[in-house]
């Protein structure tokens, strides 16, 4: 499975982007798609994930009034709404993706098979 995620930008704090990640996988809603996202001297943390059929979601704390995770599994793509941008949620973002994972392991960054190469999201103050 290919990830191909895009929607980074520079944005001002208060802003709000649309991230996307298409699959080359037809079979795309076998898998839980999730968003992590790495800060500079930092390590990778989990955003958000969402199952392939059904709508269930999941989010991290620190993004659950402000993130929005959705798919769209006829165009083998996952969304991320990141409204209210603060300068903390600078970061490169990941898709991934998990085949068939059971929800108490989407948090986990070992459960994802694969990974798409990461989009840049800067917010200034």
């Known amino acids: 499975v290919q990830l191909q995620a895009s929607g980074g930008g520079l944005v001002q704090a208060g802003d709000s982007l649309t991230l996307s990640c298409t699959a080359s996988?037809?079979?795309?809603?076998?898998?839980?798609m999730g968003w992590f996202r790495q800060a500079p001297g930092k390590e990778r943390e989990f955003v958000a994930a969402?199952?392939?059929?059904?709508?269930?979601?999941s989010y991290a704390a620190s993004v659950k009034v402000r993130f929005t995770i959705s798919r769209d599994n006829a165009k083998n793509t996952v969304y991320l709404q990141l409204n209210s941008l603060k300068p903390e949620d600078t970061a490169i973002y990941y898709c991934a993706a998990a085949y068939q994972a059971i929800y108490s392991q989407w948090r986990r960054d070992s459960t994802y098979h694969y990974w798409g190469q990461g989009t840049l999201v800067t917010v200034s103050s």
């Open positions: 969402i199952r392939g059929i059904g709508g269930s979601t």
């Open positions: 996988e037809n079979t795309f809603s076998r898998y839980v």
